[in-house]
């Protein structure tokens, strides 16, 4: 068994696709420049180097398209949610097995709100004969759904005029499924329309994709069966679209909190959380802004905990299978006390 277990986060904004808007690129270069000195802008190794050594959210952003993450477990493709992040997931597919109509994978969907499955029809390798896909999810009539999207009053290319293999078992009553050496298990969560979580373990690692999910209640009886879910994960993937405060203004519409995420990952003895599903309102520095409370949310309430927590942004790169890699040391961000900005620890 080729222990190999690699999340590529795709697509990390909610609700609908935010592109950074002019005048955010314009404060990007204000607050790069007025930190520049001389000596940064000499020679293209200056320059490269000054550029690296700004905070995340001046030199990059965490970007604008709408939930999707890859999965490449052992031998096996998982791609979880078809927001627009699922187009570039496509293109970097064909790069491979796929462009050769040699492609295999399963599609999971937690749900079918339009953010999770907008970017289906843009999906390049579905196009391609010889391709097989598997789709799972545990709404009934997923097909009927991904189908109603692209009827001709909506998008001018049928469902089924794909090339590829598409394969949608009938799950009958199922709570998981074995993708070769790898189990991927489901759970209702609370959302309108009904939302389903993905735990996916392998080879004694295992990643939590907890994306659009509202705790009402939060004592501790009703929230121990997401505990029991999250248990042990070496990666939570958690719907933190609001802050606390909102998350208690906006009851019943489906989503969570930074603060909540903290409290569940800490129960279940988690061991990195991911931050996911950010708020089409807020730029970069807001979103750093509520990272920073949250990192002293977690120092007050554990302040012996060895949860790592961090920011999910399109392009990020985890190998679960190495704890130490260098990837995964460059996640875990504090705030600079001189200013707001993310560093790596």
Known sequence: MEEFFQVIFRGVRGSIATPVALAQIEEKLTQALERARPQDLKDADSRKSFIDSLPFEIRGSFGGNTPCVQMQVGKENLI??????????????????????????????????????QAVPFFAPLRIEGNHFTIISPHENIKERLERQQSPEYFPVPFDAYKSTIDIPDLDGQ???????????????????????????YAGKSVVYATDAEYKDLSAEKLQPYVDFFRDADLLIFDSMFTFGEGLERRDWGHSSTFIGI????????????????????????????????????????????????????????????????????LCFSVTPQKPGLVAK
């Open 80 to 117: 979880f949610d078809g927001g627009t992040g699922i187009r570039q997931a496509g293109l970097d597919l064909l790069k491979g097995d796929f462009g050769q109509g040699r492609g295999r994978a399963h599609l999971f969907f937690s749900h079918t709100h339009w953010d999770h499955i």
């Open 263 to 330: 409290d569940l990952a800490v129960d279940a003895n988690v061991k990195k959380i991911a931050f996911f599903h950010h708020d089409p309102r807020y730029d970069d520095n807001k979103l750093v802004e509520i990272f920073s409370q949250t990192q002293h949310y977690l120092k007050s309430i554990a302040p012996e905990s060895k949860l790592k927590m961090f920011l999910s942004y399109e392009g990020l790169t985890m190998n679960i299978q190495q704890d130490e890699s260098p990837v995964q040391d460059e």
């Open 175 to 201: 709570s998981e499924v074995m993708v070769g050496d790898v189990k991927v298990q489901w759970q209702e969560m609370c959302h309108p329309g009904k939302s389903f979580s993905y735990r996916i373990e």
